[in-house]
């Protein structure tokens, strides 16, 4: 089986241009229209941003951590690349998709790999309405915003506001509240991955909000509809024994 077309692609970093140029010369590279694996350079955001660049694409990211945490990517080695892009495994990972429609009635539609967010605007609490597959579930969450996060997003803001880290397996995505303050007892919610959650702004124009999605956001926001976008799924590759599912897991542990 012949190796497959790798095409690199880096951060702005000093790290991840020297990367590049490093591997640039000991590998054959393809334009990345051509590649079937894209190697990606940089941090965590640079990985996110890489993999909205070409999501509808059926090709693979390996990612090499030439950033701060890397949770995304695996470790920097200039040598063996093809050997283990060849013995990596790959995860497929479903984002969400999301309506936004603003106060003056315009729709934009946001892709999110980590999750899709709804933060107050401004000194004012959010008032938020919560509906599950077209029922409502809380009439009135009163808070600083709202998180619906994908299992591979659960380690991610979604913990920090303290939701659950979901395995990439389990089938679920998070719901969670950022500093609730009514209903004082509801610290969020786990639900199917098909579940279909619409969030209304409660007098959106005293109190505005707005939805983001990893690096993109919409301001001003009155409703919010939010789904599994399973027609996009992702390809990443990862070192065999260093899996996504292994760190999610590993983060419960931290």
């Given at each position: 089986m012949s190796d497959?077309?790798?095409a690199l692609v880096h951060s702005d970093s000093a790290a991840a241009q020297q990367a590049h140029a490093e591997l640039s010369s000991r590998y054959d590279v393809v334009?990345?229209?051509d590649a079937e694996v894209i190697v990606a350079l940089g941090g965590d955001g640079f990985m996110l941003h890489t993999l909205h660049e070409h999501l509808g694409r059926d090709v693979a990211v390996f990612g090499m951590n030439r950033g701060t945490i890397g949770f995304l990517m695996n470790g920097y080695d200039?040598?063996?690349l093809v050997e283990r892009i060849a013995a990596a495994s790959e995860e497929r990972i479903a984002p969400l998709r999301a309506r936004a429609t603003r106060v003056d009635g315009s729709q934009h539609e946001l892709i999110a790999i980590n999750e899709v967010s709804l933060i107050r605007a401004s000194v004012q609490a959010a008032n938020l309405r919560v509906s599950i597959n077209d029922v409502e579930r809380l009439d009135k969450l009163i808070c600083d915003g709202l998180l619906c996060a994908t299992p591979a997003g659960s380690t991610a803001y979604n913990l920090s506001a303290r939701g659950p880290v979901v395995p990439l397996g389990a089938g679920l995505m998070t719901l969670t509240p950022v500093?609730?303050?009514r209903p004082r007892r509801w610290h969020g919610a786990l639900l199917p991955h098909d579940a279909r959650i619409t969030v209304e702004v409660i007098d959106a124009a005293k109190r505005p909000v707005t939805a983001g999605a990893d690096s993109r956001e919409v301001r001003?926001?009155?409703r919010v509809d939010v789904a599994e976008a399973d027609d996009l799924?992702?390809?990443?590759l990862f070192d065999l024994g260093?899996?996504?599912e292994e760190r999610i897991l590993a983060e419960q542990f931290e």
């Open positions: 497959p077309a790798l334009p990345v229209d200039p040598g063996r500093s609730p303050f001003d926001v009155a799924a992702i390809r990443v260093h899996s996504l």
